[in-house]
C-alpha cells in the first residue's frame, strides 16, 4: 500500500462547478499535509497546507482534513480553466524516520472545461 | 519571495558522462531536497539536506551522489549517467519547523542518450 495515495483521475469538472481532490494517508502520526499545483512542464507551486482537523480556507480554494480517517481534501469553487492542472498531495509522514521529509501523492489531473 | 534556481532547464548527455545539477536558494534555507519526477511515479526523493555538508539518502539514491558546500548551494551528482536516469529533476528548499514547507525551483530536464 502506497503511503500517500491520490485519486489518480483525469477528473474533467464544467467551467463554475467545485472540483473535489481526495487523498489518503498510512501514518496516523502524520502532522502536516500539503496541496500542491503543477502545471504542465512546470515545477510544482504551493496552494496550501494544513495541519489540524477540520476546514481551512484561501480564496476558491478549501483544504479539509480528518485524521481520524486519514484523508485531507482539496475544493476549488468556481473551477476556472487556469485551474487545469495536476494537483499533488503531500504529507509529513513521521515514520520516515525524519521528520523533515514530505512524501507525494502521484497526483490528479485536473481539466476544467469551458 | 523564496526564490530557487536550478543551473539548466534542459541538459543532454551521453551515457557514462559525469552530470552535476545545481540548485541555489536565497532565501537562507536550512533544508534543500532532490527529487525526480517520472510519468507515473510521481516525485520521489534522491537526496536532502539539512545543513552544510550534511545529507541524507531519500527513496531513491543509486547513481547519485550530492555536495553541499555551502548554506546556499545543494549539487546532485549524476557519478556515470544511464538511460534510466532520463527524467525531470526537482530542487527544493524550506525551513525547518515552519510547516516544512517546500519551494520548488523550475526544474531540469535531463536527456540520457
Known amino acids: 500500500q502506497k503511503e500517500v495515495e491520490q485519486n489518480s483521475g483525469p477528473l474533467s469538472v464544467p467551467e463554475g462547478a467545485i472540483a473535489s481532490l481526495n487523498c489518503t494517508y498510512s501514518d496516523r502520526g502524520s502532522q502536516s499535509f500539503f496541496w500542491y499545483r503543477q502545471y504542465s512542464g512546470k515545477s510544482p507551486e504551493l496552494i496550501m497546507f494544513?495541519?489540524?482537523?477540520g476546514d481551512k480556507e484561501d480564496g476558491r480554494f478549501t483544504a479539509q482534513l480528518n485524521k481520524a480517517s486519514q484523508y485531507v481534501s482539496l475544493l476549488i469553487r468556481d473551477s476556472q480553466p487556469s485551474d487545469s492542472a495536476t494537483y499533488l498531495c503531500?504529507?509529513?509522514?513521521?515514520?520516515?524516520?525524519?521528520?523533515?521529509?514530505?512524501?507525494f501523492g502521484s497526483g490528479t489531473q485536473l481539466t476544467v472545461l469551458p | 519571495d523564496v526564490k530557487v534556481t536550478q543551473s539548466s532547464r534542459y541538459l543532454v548527455k551521453r551515457t557514462g558522462e559525469k552530470v552535476f545539477l545545481e540548485c541555489v536558494q536565497d532565501m537562507d534555507h536550512e533544508n534543500m531536497f532532490w527529487y525526480r519526477q517520472d510519468p507515473g511515479l510521481g516525485l520521489r526523493l534522491i537526496y536532502f539536506s539539512y545543513d552544510v555538508k550534511m545529507k541524507e539518502k531519500g527513496d531513491i539514491p543509486e547513481g547519485y551522489s550530492v555536495s553541499r558546500e555551502k548554506k546556499e548551494r545543494f549539487s546532485l551528482i549524476l557519478e556515470s549517467a544511464s538511460t534510466n536516469q532520463t527524467s525531470m529533476y526537482l530542487c527544493a528548499s524550506s525551513l525547518p519547523y515552519v510547516g516544512e514547507t517546500q519551494y520548488f525551483g523550475p526544474g531540469t530536464r535531463l536527456l540520457v542518450l
Open positions: 494544513i495541519y489540524s482537523n
Open positions: 503531500a504529507v509529513l509522514l513521521l515514520s520516515s524516520g525524519s521528520a523533515r521529509q514530505l512524501t
